[in-house]
DNA sequence: TACAGTGTTTATCG
DNA sequence: ACGATAAACACTGT
């Protein structure tokens, strides 16, 4: 699930959490660890304290005054907080032991993992190839960025070094709502349209943050893309689809024409 | 049983 | 250099 709003959840998560120390680390699935050993991982966060957690596009960054544990949940990964007690779960890969309960990585395909830095520059050096988060973009910002890529523009807008945060949901369910086709050269946007899309674009990460997912409601594009013929949920017109490697475009051909 | 699926990296080809 | 495409990672739901 995980795009910018499932992270954004995530990180409110950990922020319930900072400044307790961390009793211990367990590492149930080291499957999940990038560039970090079990133990290194361990040693270095036993009885830190977690820091104002920082989301940077689809990263989760943890500081705990020195090292940085950077978490990225690919497409099936989470963090939640449990009482002990509760049974762990087949997928939890990493759990972090605090004085009243835990916090939970739980990623069933591995895709992504768990990262550490010795420090927040390490940190920034980990992301240096990260474009600015798509909350902080202004819509100059973007028709700028835009206008420097002959590319489609949905595959423009999902590149973590263009715009970090969009993922393949977000970027259909913002062409959508902004009723440009997702296959048009990004930088041929007109300037009326670069606004339409400034202003969509922020109008489903508001709502999606609020809901921590990008919502599956009827009335957007997202609530249409598991039934078995999707029609928009504007006009009833049968939706367009197209495959790029393993990922789903879904568009309307009459809201969104080329 | 077969295959799609909310992410990213790497490789290949044009 | 840039863009398009496919495969790989591992597993579940339909």
Known sequence: MPELPDVEGFRRVLAEHTGEPVASVSVLDPGVLRGVTA?????????????????RGKWLLAPAHGP??????????????????????RHDRVVWELPDGELRFRDMRKLQGVHLAADREEADETLRDLGPDALDLSRDDLAATLGAHRGRLKTTLTDQTVIAGLGNLLADEICWRARINPLRPARDLT????????????????ASIKAERVPPRKTWLTGARDTQTPTCPRCGTPLEAHRLSARRTLWCPTCQPN
Not at 70 to 86: A, I, N, R, V, Y
Not at 191 to 206: D, F, G, K, N, Y
Request: net charge positive; proline share 5%.
């Open 39 to 55: 133990r290194r991982l361990s040693t270095a966060l036993r009885g830190h304290r977690f820091e104002q957690p920082h989301r």
């Open 191 to 206: 300037a009326s349209e670069l606004t339409t899309l400034h202003r969509a674009m922020h109008r489903v990460l508001r």
């Open 68 to 89: 940085v544990v950077l978490l990225h949940f690919g497409m099936t990964g989470s963090l939640t907080w449990h009482d002990p007690d509760e049974p762990r779960h």
